[in-house]
């Protein structure tokens, strides 16, 4: 067993990155104990603490240099190098190359397959019945790179940062997404005792803290 903290430093996550999974897992987290319906909570903590470990292959590491230090952008531009040699440029199989590699269940698997889910997937997962799915394909688009946002803020933080990039993507598709990640939002809700406005950086904070303990 690791705590994760280590296993981000062997794989060299930028720090920017390594927190915006806690976060995400901190999210999580907070709506799994609010819901009155069963989920594997510790699945799907895992699932989003490890959702974007490829996600270097994409990063334009220019646009925000301040993010590149202490250790300059020379480094990381060779840690983006031997993420791409080893698992690609799409980030996505890149996330679940390294999942893959780690030996993660099937399960924690397939729930860090439906994050960053596009219109069709979200569609799908607006269908199901599997809240575990549902709550991890909702969380990352509750958390933009710096804090935790409305669904609305994350798709309009996406689309200025993608914008001129390949992940970029049509208003049309953007609004789509939102309408079904809102719905996805309402579904879980329905079975909390919080609501969305709740979860808000102030009140992740202290889980952020003990999930930086979080072993694997």
């Not at 997962?125 to 809240?131: F, K, P, R, S």
């Amino acid at each position: 067993m690791k705590k994760i903290t280590e296993i981000y430093k062997e794989y060299k996550i930028m720090p920017l990155l390594a927190i915006h999974q806690i976060r995400v897992a901190a999210v999580a987290s907070m709506i799994c104990d609010s819901l009155d319906i069963s989920v594997e909570k510790d699945d799907i903590v895992k699932a989003c603490i490890l959702h974007d470990m490829g996600n270097i292959v994409k990063f334009n590491l220019n646009r925000f240099p301040k993010h590149n230090e202490p250790e300059g952008i020379e480094y990381w531009l060779k840690v983006q190098e031997e993420f791409i040699l080893k698992y690609g440029s799409d980030d996505h199989k890149a996330n679940l190359a390294v999942a893959r590699e780690m030996g993660v269940s099937p399960r924690i698997y397939d729930l860090i397959d439906c994050i960053d889910s596009g219109v069709a997937s979200a569609e799908k997962i607006v269908a199901g019945d599997d809240y575990g799915i549902k709550i991890c394909a909702y969380v990352d688009n509750r958390v933009s790179p710096h804090g935790v946002v409305s669904v609305e803020h994350h798709s309009l933080d996406a689309k200025d940062r993608y914008k001129g990039h390949l992940h970029e993507f049509s208003e049309e598709s953007r609004l789509s997404f939102v309408e079904k990640i809102n719905i996805i939002e309402n579904q879980i809700f329905t079975h909390s005792n919080i609501e969305p406005e709740d979860i808000n950086d102030e009140s992740v904070a202290p889980i952020i803290e003990k999930l930086k303990n979080f072993e694997l």
